[in-house]
């Protein structure tokens, strides 16, 4: 499903969609737009956009943030935005996800980190020595004179 799919589809369901006024100059840009008022109902919670596309999701507990990201099959990347970084920390440790970002958006790699994702998000990771582990196979050499 492409990116203006998934954002006809949550406009149709009662999200508020907010969208640069920057022309698109080629078929394939896509202006950034943020979906204010994400529902789980919503293709966009459900599926991965890969493009300037971000929605917002209010939740009333941890718990119920907690019980919405289980439900989810792809985990590249999330944030998390709360004045508590405790209750932050607590809900990262169980989210599936590649990368949790507390207070900040989920567009950072560092270089001396490992990056991938989990579930449908792909497999391995990449940065770091980590992500040159993930491309070896270890193996026993022995020579004897």
């Known amino acids: 499903m492409g990116k203006s799919n998934l954002v006809d589809d949550a406009k149709a369901k009662g999200a508020s969609i907010h969208q640069a006024d920057t022309p698109c100059l080629h078929d394939h840009q896509f202006p950034a737009t943020v979906i204010e008022g994400l529902t789980s109902d919503m293709d966009y919670f459900s599926m991965e956009s890969f ?16 019980e919405l990201s289980q439900r989810l099959a792809y985990g590249l990347s999330a944030s998390i935005f709360t004045a508590s970084h405790f209750k932050a920390l607590k809900l990262a440790g169980n989210i599936r996800s590649g990368a949790i970002h507390v207070n900040a958006m989920t567009v950072h790699d560092e270089a001396t980190l490992p990056h991938g994702g989990q579930g449908e998000s792909g497999w391995g990771r990449f940065g770091a020595k980590w992500g040159v582990e993930e491309f070896l196979q270890t193996k026993t050499i022995i020579l004897n004179p």
């Not at 493009?51 to 907690?66: D, F, K, L, R, T």
Request: charged share 20%; glycine share 12%; no cysteine.
């Open 51 to 66: 493009g300037p596309v971000v929605g917002i999701m209010q939740v009333e507990s941890e718990v119920e943030a907690n």
